[in-house]
Every structure is written in C-alpha cells, then in structure tokens.
C-alpha cells in the first residue's frame, strides 16, 4: 500500500468518524431537551434534603442513574442509611444488566476498550437511542 493510498484510507475514517459524531449529536438533541429539566428537579430535590453543592455532582457521577438518584435521595437521612441506599440503588440499576444484554448483539464485534466505558455510561436515553439506531442500521446492512 502506497502513502497516498494510506493517506486516502485515513482520510476516509476520519470523514466516516466526523459524520458518526454528526449523526450521534443529531440523534441526542431531542434528548438534552428532557434532561435539563430533569437535572434541575433533581437539583432542587437534593438541595432540599441538605445534599451540599459538591455531593450531587459526586453522587450522579458516580451513580450515573437517574432512577435510582432520585430513590437515594428520597432516602437520604441525616446520617444517611448507606447501605439502605446502596441496596435500593442497586435494585433501581439492575435494568442496565437486561439493557446490556439487548446491546449485546450489536457491541459485540468491538474491542473491551471501547465497550466497557459506554456500557458503563450507559443510561436510559442513550439505551433506547442507541438501540433504536443500531436495529435500524441492522435492518439497513451498514
């Protein structure tokens, strides 16, 4: 393979890369729309129980589930109930093991490396937009 050739071919990827991110963030915009209102009653619910400015975005990095965000704070006491927390959360997310699996037949051609952090970034929306994308992209042939 010559140097021009490579450098067609990674010319290709990049495009191919580029109309991906395109396609994703037009895929995602309706989605934004439903989470900012989301995070803000979700802000407010927090402040009311006494959460402080740096335990939400601690507690939702880490969680990464609205659900079951809401169901902490819900029991959230004064000292909090950890492992009643932690059982309930756990619960709440146990759906992202059956949406993981309905992933599966799509995902699984790519490398850990990439599989392991989307799954673990996986949330509700971007489950059923993705899925929906890669049905469809199935029943296309690309």
């Not at 000292?79 to 059982?87: C, D, G, N, Q, S």
Request: aromatic share 8%; hydrophobic share 55%; net charge positive.
């Amino acid at each position: 393979m010559s140097v021009s050739e490579i450098a067609l071919a990674e010319g290709k990827a990049a495009n191919r890369r580029g109309a991906e991110f395109r396609r994703g963030l037009a895929a995602a915009t309706p989605v934004l729309l439903g989470v900012v209102p989301y995070a803000l009653v979700l802000g407010a619910q927090a402040a009311q129980r006494g959460l402080s400015v740096l335990e939400v975005p601690l507690m939702t990095g880490l969680n990464f589930a609205g659900g079951s965000e809401f169901a902490a704070i819900q029991l959230w006491t004064s000292p909090p109930h950890v492992l009643l927390i932690a059982a309930i959360t756990l619960l709440v997310n146990s759906r992202h093991f059956l949406m993981g699996a309905a992933l599966a037949p799509f995902i699984r051609h790519l490398p850990k490396r990439q599989v392991f952090p989307a799954l673990f970034l996986m949330c509700d929306e971007s489950w059923a937009v993705g899925l929906a994308d890669a049905q469809r992209r199935a029943t296309a042939g690309t």
